[in-house]
Structure formats: structure tokens, C-alpha cells
């Protein structure tokens, strides 16, 4: 039997796990990255790795959740360049959706048996992080509710369904960064009123 972590041992273990394992999903199919490459990588065996993981899939989502994260960062750092909300919501959601399709480990995620069995394996936790990360950040940019031609509820669930077109790519007849720039632009058109004015991040969360 291995030695004990401690609760700093511990910490370092799972950001370490995190990182090397963003590292290796972005460049391999999800069905070949193998626990014990991971695990050897950190510094830990294999038996270690399930001590910080149920499973494979498991990790996967804390990486994609972190990932996320990262990439919500840079759109929150530069939302400045546009006048009017409608400018900025199309280009946020458009630079989003690209930065997805190009990144392995979403398109990973989009596939729809790999997706299956990962939300399978998942728990409430992450569950409850994917579900509300893209609508809390969506949700403070809409933060005048008269900015809206729609409810706000509406407003959220029609700018999320942009997520949930990856997956079905295959199924359109026309390119899918030509769809999604005029799919976005007429989402937001439909639900944001003209004049709104963009978010200000000095505005306050």
C-alpha cells in the first residue's frame, strides 16, 4: 500500500492531473488517452489516479469545466471593442462556437456516444458547473432586462441552443461557420432590442 497524501500533496496531485491531462486531450482522441500515460505523467500510479478520479470520463469533464473557464476569461477580457450589446453578444457567441469546434476537447464532447457516456459518469457536481457556466456568464451580460425583445429566460435558453448545434454538424447542408455566424446573428437580432449599449466589466458583475 502507498503512503498517505497530505491535503497540499492532494491539491497539487489534482491541478497537476488537470494540466497534463488538458494537455494530453487535446491532442488525442478521447478513446486512446490511457489513466496510466496520466498517472505516470504526474508522478503517480495508476491505483493513485482512482484515489483523485472514479474514471477516466470523470476527469475528462474537470478538464472541459476548467478549460471553459479559461476561454470565458478571455472573452470577459475583451468586451470592450463594441459599442452596441447586439454587436458584442454576436461576437462573443461566434468566437466561442470557433474556439469549440477547433478545440479537440470539445470535439470530443460533441460526440454524441462519447457525450453520452461521460454525462453517464459524471457527477452532480459537474453536472450542475456545465449546466450553469455558459448561462451565469450570458446572464451577466443581459443585465437590463429592457435591453430584451423577449423574456430573459427566453433570452438565455435561445443564446444557449447555440451550443447545442455542434454535435449535429454533420446534418447541414450548408458550411458550418457561414450557418452559425447568420444562426447567432439572427438569435440575437430577434431578442436584443437595437439600441441596447454593451457591457462594461467596470459596470459590475
Not at 31 to 59: C, M, R, T
Not at 66 to 89: G, W
Not at 101 to 128: G, P, V, Y
Amino acid at each position: 500500500m502507498g503512503r498517505a497524501f497530505s491535503e497540499h500533496e492532494k491539491e497539487q496531485i489534482r491541478a497537476r492531473l488537470i494540466e497534463i491531462s488538458k494537455e494530453e486531450f487535446e491532442k488525442t482522441p478521447f478513446q486512446l488517452v490511457k489513466v496510466e500515460f496520466i498517472a505516470k505523467q504526474v508522478g503517480i500510479s495508476k491505483g493513485a489516479f482512482y484515489n483523485f478520479y472514479p474514471s477516466k470520463e470523470s476527469l475528462f469533464l474537470d478538464v472541459l469545466i476548467a478549460v471553459e473557464a479559461e476561454i470565458q476569461r478571455d472573452i470577459l477580457s475583451r468586451l470592450t471593442s463594441h459599442r452596441l450589446l447586439r454587436e458584442q453578444l454576436i461576437d462573443i457567441l461566434y468566437s466561442t462556437m470557433i474556439l469549440f469546434e477547433k478545440s479537440h476537447i470539445f470535439k470530443s464532447f460533441s460526440d454524441r456516444q462519447i457525450q453520452t457516456s461521460l454525462l453517464e459518469k459524471a457527477s452532480q457536481a459537474q453536472k450542475s458547473q456545465m449546466l450553469l457556466a455558459d448561462q451565469q456568464m450570458l446572464s451577466m451580460l443581459l443585465r437590463d432586462d429592457s435591453d430584451l425583445k423577449v423574456s430573459r429566460d427566453v433570452a438565455l435558453d435561445m443564446m444557449r441552443s447555440v451550443f447545442f448545434i455542434a454535435p449535429y454538424k454533420d446534418q447541414l447542408e450548408s458550411n458550418f461557420e457561414v450557418f452559425m455566424k447568420h444562426y447567432i446573428t439572427s438569435i440575437i437580432e430577434g431578442i436584443i432590442k437595437e439600441d441596447a449599449t454593451a457591457f462594461r466589466p467596470e459596470e459590475g458583475v
